[in-house]
């Protein structure tokens, strides 16, 4: 099965990096990793995704490491509506694979 | 444009009963998925629908079906309802123009729960 492991929790002080990490050893040459978020009371949502090379979006930013075995999620400036489970997931063929979360706090 | 859209939002039942969900996705988007979500096991998936056929299939009984119609809505359907069913069940719709994104975009979700 392909499965991600991500700390339980993490926090972050308002407007300051955040680093979400995402380990995925036994990630395939096809899947695909994405990261989704939800917040309180809602759907997840789309977040960033890639293959191979480092992705930036307005949301935030996506470094792969080089063997894929792990990724990270970069949030440029935290806000407090950046506070929500980020999910990092691998796409396999056209099935998600959902990690257990980590629920991010922001500190205002 | 407007989102997936999931019916009921709420639910209870008891223990044998059937209950069907159902899930009206983006306006052009022809994949829904089923997911079930619990504090439990966390966030796993159910099956996928592409123009009326299923494609995709998670590890779950067959307690657990769905279809799509032609206009793309998806329902879901559980029988004989068991304690361990109560969760969030949540739908999700792709346009798959682009294979290898698919974007997801997922609605508010149905909170089932069995009594």
């Known amino acids: 099965d392909a499965k991600t492991t991500q700390p339980n929790s993490m926090e972050s002080n308002e407007e300051e990096p955040v680093h979400l990490p995402c380990n995925h050893s036994t990630i395939s040459g096809t899947d695909y990793i994405h990261w989704y978020r939800q917040l309180p009371s809602q759907g997840p949502e789309y977040v960033i995704h890639g293959l191979t090379s480092n992705v930036n979006n307005r949301m935030a930013s996506l470094a792969i490491a080089e063997d894929r075995k792990s990724s990270t999620l970069i949030l440029h400036r935290a806000t407090l509506r950046d506070a929500a489970v980020y999910y990092c997931i691998l796409l396999r063929g056209n099935q998600f694979y959902f990690g257990t979360g980590t629920s991010l706090t922001v500190i205002p | 444009k407007a989102g997936v859209t999931q019916t009921p939002r709420y639910l209870i039942k008891t223990r044998g009963q059937q209950v069907t969900l159902s899930c009206s996705p983006i306006?052009?988007?022809?994949?829904v998925s089923w997911y079930q979500q619990t504090p439990g096991q966390g966030l796993q998936f159910l099956f996928e629908?592409?123009?009326?056929?299923?494609?995709n299939k998670g590890n779950f009984p067959g307690r657990f079906s769905g279809r799509q119609f032609s206009n793309s809505r998806s329902e879901m359907n559980v029988s004989t309802l068991e304690l361990g069913d109560s969760a969030l069940y949540l739908c999700?719709?792709?346009?798959?123009?682009?294979?290898?994104?698919?974007?997801?975009?997922f609605g508010p979700g149905t909170r089932l729960t069995v009594l």
């Open positions: 999700a719709s792709s346009s798959l123009r682009d294979s290898f994104r698919n974007e997801q975009f």
């Open positions: 306006s052009g988007h022809r994949s």
């Open positions: 629908y592409f123009s009326e056929t299923q494609r």
